[in-house]
């Protein structure tokens, strides 16, 4: 069964360091709303049976009820949507209002991913972010009021000046609101980001590596002692709340991508919308998807499946690949076997060791195809 992603490109303002294709043109919300419902129609040959649907940003929680209600309208209109399927829109914490929460009442959403990026005042000001960290918490209360009992939580470590013992405070913190899921990322510098002219200019210098290492280590340590599964690099979840949607990408399950940007995957091509909201809208209007695609064969598809499967907890399983690229794959592993940083459980599946999850750009990079 496929998922489907929803990209709602619409923000008030621009974060530092995001690198997503994003508009502050609110005036489109309406207007792209409409594209999207067109573009599902026009490609409802693609459709199949939906185990996952996500709304992703931007920010999502930037169109009304409304609007959304109008977008599930045309998803379960054009598309085989399981029962039980899972659900998940982004938020922003500032954007769940208690009429939106009640809304939310009305929607087959199941799941809420929510930005709350560190629950430091001053640290959420230096990110541009709208939300306090207060508004964490009454996000999080209104939504279980409204029954979403399914919640997960974005964090990010390695800011400026930052110490593991504020690190220790912001998973407490996170802790502290009984989430079901919580993804947590090493700030990064995306080029053609503010936070890229920053660190140009000389205003912001990077973390040591050793600093970044010691915040990766204790958050492995304190949400598995608080008994969360590291199912991946940078995801954690309680038993059985695993991101359904997104380990459809980990595991090459074929999607299909809707809106401006939006990617989609049907196990053979891969392709993308075009990035540019007025282009989109304009395109489908006319009854022309803009986008480009490639095939995914040969090299192209060893890589894809290392580059996902490694940063899974249950790793590349080696028999899904060719006598070709299997063997290579285990002689340039050699060395990271021997060191320590991969093991082979049970001879079949490649994974990553402890010391080798810091590592792992390097590592699947060393085992890619160039």
Known sequence: MAGIYIHIP?????????????TTHLDLRQQYVEALCKEMAMRCSDAQDIASI?????????LSIPQLHQIFDAIYKYNKVSSDAEVTIEMNPDDVTEVFADGLCWLPVNRVSMGAQTFDDERLKWL??????????EAMERLRDNDIQNISIDLMYGFPGETLSDWKADIDAA?????????AYCLMIEEGTELWRKVGSGKWKENSEETERAMYEFLIDRLEAAGYEHYEISNFARPGFRSCHNSAYWNDTPYIGLGAAAHSYDGLTRSWNIADIRQYIEGVENGKRLFDAETIEGDTRYNDRLTVALRTREGLNLSELSAKYKDYCLKNARRFLNDGLLRLIPDKHLTLTRRGLFVSDMIISELMLV
């Not at 619409?10 to 994003?22: A, E, H, L, N, P």
């Not at 802790?175 to 993804?183: G, M």
């Open 175 to 183: 802790l502290s609101l009984d989430v079901e899921h919580l993804s």
């Open 128 to 137: 541009h972010r709208r939300h306090t960290s207060r508004q964490v918490a």
């Open 54 to 62: 996500y709304f992703g940003g931007g920010t999502p929680s930037q």
């Open 10 to 22: 619409f923000c008030k303002s621009r974060c530092i360091y995001c690198g997503f294709y994003s």
